[in-house]
């Protein structure tokens, strides 16, 4: 039965989900020249881009960027899934665009053809701007499989020396990964009428990373989870809390710090964990001078190093976060 003219259809989860991604504020913006309101995407490297862009990703062949409308085209649940996987532009751009060398500049929205398929054909095609270690040859027939692939080098690279040689000098040394799962909100902040658009941002040294917008919602579920890459300098891990605004600036609605030193140090002292049984092999305890609103206990479960977190946000009226991490050792 065909569904009468005036009604509305509702979108598919797919697309909502799609939708989501694109609020999220590094997707606001084309991953390779900056314009805004990006309506296509490669659905394989996992990037939103602006009209102009997608004409020369079409270019370098299916093989190495497949491009797709964001509201014209029809996406698989494995394509989504691709795209929520890489964690959006700004999380690739800090693949793909790591060391951009003399001679390439990122080019603007209004520049020519030429500037731009030079750029872009250097950044996915050559892979020039990839530390060396990283690059890979050929391009995955799954649209996962190219994250996959980039991020086992990228973990089989962390312990580079930052003085090795020229190319390297000033690169960070990574001792592990941190993974993390925004679980949920409760009780935050109301920033519009009645209500918040909350997402939450994740920053960990030079790293910024953050969840999909849950709309008009003050105990958000997110169950989101976000791979952090923990340089031997670390400090704390900072997350922020932010309303999603279309036509102004996104309001905060609180923030915290986590103090992950109890949870590496634990996990070093113990080193192949797998070879333990569930058990508690740490804490951070709660006090004046941090954000927890009980004890936080790091603990081995089936073999992984684990912390539940429970969060009082800081500088706002009201608001708790639940967090979940994992450490990853550098050889998992």
């Given at each position: 039965?065909?569904?009468?003219?005036?009604?509305?259809?509702?979108?598919?989860?797919?697309?909502?989900?799609?939708?989501?991604?694109?609020?999220?504020?590094?997707?606001?913006?084309?991953?390779?020249?900056?314009?805004?309101?990006?309506?296509?995407?490669?659905?394989?490297?996992?990037?939103?881009?602006?009209?102009?862009?997608?004409?020369?990703?079409?270019?370098?062949?299916?093989?190495?960027?497949?491009?797709?409308?964001?509201?014209?085209?029809?996406?698989?649940?494995?394509?989504?899934?691709?795209?929520?996987?890489?964690?959006?532009?700004?999380?690739?751009?800090?693949?793909?665009?790591?060391?951009?060398?003399?001679?390439?500049?990122?080019?603007?929205?209004?520049?020519?053809?030429?500037?731009?398929?030079f750029?872009?054909?250097?950044?996915?095609?050559?892979?020039?701007?990839?530390?060396?270690?990283?690059?890979?040859?050929?391009?995955?027939?799954?649209?996962?499989?190219?994250?996959?692939?980039?991020?086992?080098?990228?973990?089989?690279?962390?312990?580079?020396?930052?003085?090795?040689s020229?190319?390297?000098?000033?690169?960070?040394?990574?001792?592990?990964?941190?993974?993390?799962?925004?679980?949920?909100?409760?009780?935050?902040?109301?920033?519009?009428?009645?209500?918040?658009?909350?997402?939450?941002?994740?920053?960990?040294?030079?790293?910024?990373?953050?969840?999909?917008?849950?709309?008009?919602?003050?105990?958000?579920?997110?169950?989101?989870?976000?791979?952090?890459?923990?340089?031997?300098?670390?400090?704390?891990l900072?997350?922020?809390?932010?309303?999603?605004?279309?036509?102004?600036?996104?309001?905060?609605m609180?923030?915290?710090?986590?103090?992950?030193?109890?949870?590496?140090?634990?996990?070093?002292?113990?080193?192949?964990?797998?070879?333990?049984?569930?058990?508690?092999?740490?804490?951070?305890?709660?006090?004046?001078?941090?954000?927890?609103?009980e004890?936080?206990?790091?603990?081995?479960?089936?073999?992984?190093?684990?912390?539940?977190?429970?969060l009082?946000?800081?500088?706002?009226?009201?608001?708790?976060?639940?967090?979940?991490?994992?450490?990853?050792?550098?050889?998992?």
């Open positions: 039965m065909n569904r009468p003219p005036h009604v509305p259809e509702r979108p598919t989860s797919g697309k909502r989900r799609l939708r989501n991604l694109l609020l999220q504020r590094d997707n606001r913006s084309c991953a390779d020249c900056g314009a805004p309101d990006p309506k296509w995407a490669s659905a394989n490297i996992g990037v939103f881009i602006c009209l102009k862009c997608s004409g020369v990703h079409r270019s370098l062949g299916t093989h190495i960027s497949r491009v797709l409308s964001v509201t014209l085209d029809e996406w698989t649940d494995d394509e989504i899934d691709a795209m929520g996987e890489v964690g959006g532009n700004a999380a690739a751009n800090s693949i793909y665009e790591a060391f951009i060398p003399e001679g390439h500049s990122k080019p603007g929205p209004n520049s020519s053809h030429d500037e731009r398929a750029f872009i054909r250097s950044k996915y095609e050559t892979q020039a701007f990839l530390k060396p270690s990283l690059r890979i040859t050929s391009f995955p027939v799954k649209p996962a499989s190219l994250q996959t692939s980039l991020s086992n080098k990228i973990m089989n690279s962390f312990r580079i020396s930052s003085t090795s020229n190319e390297s000098a000033g690169m960070v040394e990574f001792i592990g990964c941190l993974k993390v799962k925004v679980v949920k909100g409760t009780n935050l902040a109301v920033r519009d009428m009645l209500s918040s658009d909350p997402y939450v941002v994740l920053i960990l040294g030079k790293q910024k990373l953050q969840t999909n917008v849950v709309k008009s919602n003050l105990n958000p579920v997110w169950n989101e989870e976000l791979m952090l890459s923990v340089p031997q300098d670390y400090g704390p900072k997350v922020q809390v932010y309303d999603y605004d279309t036509f102004s600036a996104d309001d905060i609180g923030e915290a710090e986590i103090d992950i030193q109890p949870m590496i140090t634990s996990a070093n002292a113990f080193g192949d964990v797998g070879a333990y049984p569930n058990m508690q092999i740490g804490k951070w305890y709660k006090s004046a001078d941090n954000a927890l609103i004890d936080s206990t790091v603990n081995i479960v089936d073999g992984k190093v684990k912390q539940d977190l429970r009082k946000l800081q500088n706002v009226e009201s608001g708790e976060m639940d967090l979940e991490l994992e450490w990853v050792a550098l050889d998992q």
